[in-house]
């Protein structure tokens, strides 16, 4: 099921959450009681020219939304489609793009910040190697971390010992009973920090380097797409929600490798 935010238009949303013609009547029957109203106009409002009440379209996103979050929006929609004059409609598509544009920001959605000073943070980014040896500390069984990263990765054991003394010093990680523990796994740049070109350089780099390996269990997909305006916000909403996917995957995984990631979606046009 797809969620709210993919959708810039509450009736779409409503008719994908009816589904097909053996759940229909049953659901839009739960639509009318929600809203306190007859199934004829559930259908007259979802395949018609109405529109929910803001009173009915409170009571459906108390019933159906799962939070606080999405009920707002849910009822943005409907005020945008209840506007009367382009004004108003242009207004309420302004919430509507500020409200997708803030929870894009994946440092307000994953709620990660970044604790260092800029120095550090100028230091740490300033090569691929730092985040390497930082996640290399979080493996199973990496007491020997220099040797790892020497065999694996190709990182000499005296810049590994370099980084591991930076991470220590600047309490990125500790050493307890001669084991690294980190405590920030998930340092995280916001778009504007002055390090993020220099961030996404790092591991595109190392993702043409595993081109270049060619091992088969690398996944690698580029293409160019043609969409609609409409459709790249959507695409946007699925990357980022495959982002979330991944962080709770990763919360709870045992770690024992390290793996590259880098997703993009752009424009081309200069």
């Given at each position: 099921?797809?969620?709210?935010?993919?959708?810039?238009?509450?009736?779409?949303?409503?008719?994908?959450?009816?589904?097909?013609?053996?759940?229909?009547?049953?659901?839009?029957?739960?639509?009318?009681?929600?809203?306190?109203?007859?199934?004829?106009?559930?259908?007259?409002?979802?395949y018609?020219?109405?529109?929910?009440?803001?009173?009915?379209?409170?009571?459906?996103?108390?019933?159906?939304?799962?939070?606080?979050?999405?009920?707002?929006?849910f009822?943005?929609?409907?005020?945008m489609?209840?506007?009367?004059?382009l004004?108003?409609?242009?207004?309420?598509n302004?919430?509507?793009?500020?409200?997708?544009?803030?929870?894009?920001?994946?440092?307000?959605?994953?709620?990660?910040?970044?604790?260092?000073?800029?120095?550090?943070?100028?230091?740490?980014?300033?090569?691929?190697?730092?985040?390497?040896?930082?996640?290399?500390?979080?493996?199973?069984?990496q007491?020997?971390?220099?040797?790892?990263?020497?065999?694996?990765?190709?990182?000499?054991?005296?810049?590994?010992?370099?980084?591991?003394?930076?991470?220590?010093?600047?309490?990125?990680?500790?050493?307890?009973?001669?084991?690294?523990?980190?405590?920030?796994?998930?340092?995280?740049?916001?778009?504007?920090?002055?390090?993020?070109?220099k961030?996404?350089?790092?591991?595109?780099?190392?993702?043409?380097?595993?081109?270049?390996?060619?091992?088969?269990?690398?996944?690698?997909?580029?293409a160019?797409?043609?969409?609609?305006?409409?459709?790249?916000?959507?695409?946007?909403?699925?990357?980022?929600?495959?982002?979330?996917?991944?962080?709770?995957?990763?919360?709870?995984?045992?770690?024992?490798?390290?793996?590259g990631?880098?997703?993009?979606l752009f424009?081309?046009?200069?």
């Amino acid at each position: 099921m797809k969620t709210i935010y993919e959708y810039r238009n509450y009736k779409s949303y409503l008719i994908e959450m009816v589904g097909n013609k053996s759940r229909r009547s049953g659901f839009k029957s739960k639509l009318a009681k929600a809203a306190q109203c007859s199934s004829t106009l559930i259908s007259q409002v979802l395949y018609g020219n109405r529109h929910f009440t803001l009173e009915q379209a409170e009571s459906l996103a108390q019933d159906f939304m799962s939070n606080e979050e999405e009920r707002r929006f849910f009822i943005l929609l409907v005020q945008m489609e209840r506007a009367g004059t382009l004004s108003l409609k242009k207004f309420f598509n302004q919430q509507i793009d500020e409200v997708l544009f803030q929870r894009d920001r994946l440092q307000k959605r994953l709620k990660m910040e970044s604790e260092l000073p800029q120095d550090q943070q100028n230091i740490y980014y300033s090569s691929w190697e730092y985040a390497a040896v930082h996640m290399a500390t979080t493996l199973v069984g990496q007491k020997q971390v220099a040797d790892y990263l020497a065999n694996e990765l190709g990182v000499s054991p005296k810049r590994t010992a370099a980084i591991l003394n930076f991470l220590l010093t600047n309490k990125i990680i500790s050493l307890v009973d001669q084991q690294y523990r980190t405590g920030k796994a998930q340092l995280h740049l916001s778009p504007a920090s002055s390090n993020i070109i220099k961030h996404h350089t790092n591991w595109r780099l190392q993702a043409i380097h595993s081109l270049e390996r060619n091992h088969i269990s690398d996944f690698h997909y580029s293409a160019v797409m043609s969409v609609g305006e409409v459709d790249r916000s959507v695409l946007r909403e699925i990357l980022s929600e495959a982002i979330e996917k991944m962080a709770k995957v990763i919360k709870t995984t045992t770690a024992t490798s390290l793996q590259g990631v880098c997703l993009d979606l752009f424009d081309l046009k200069r």
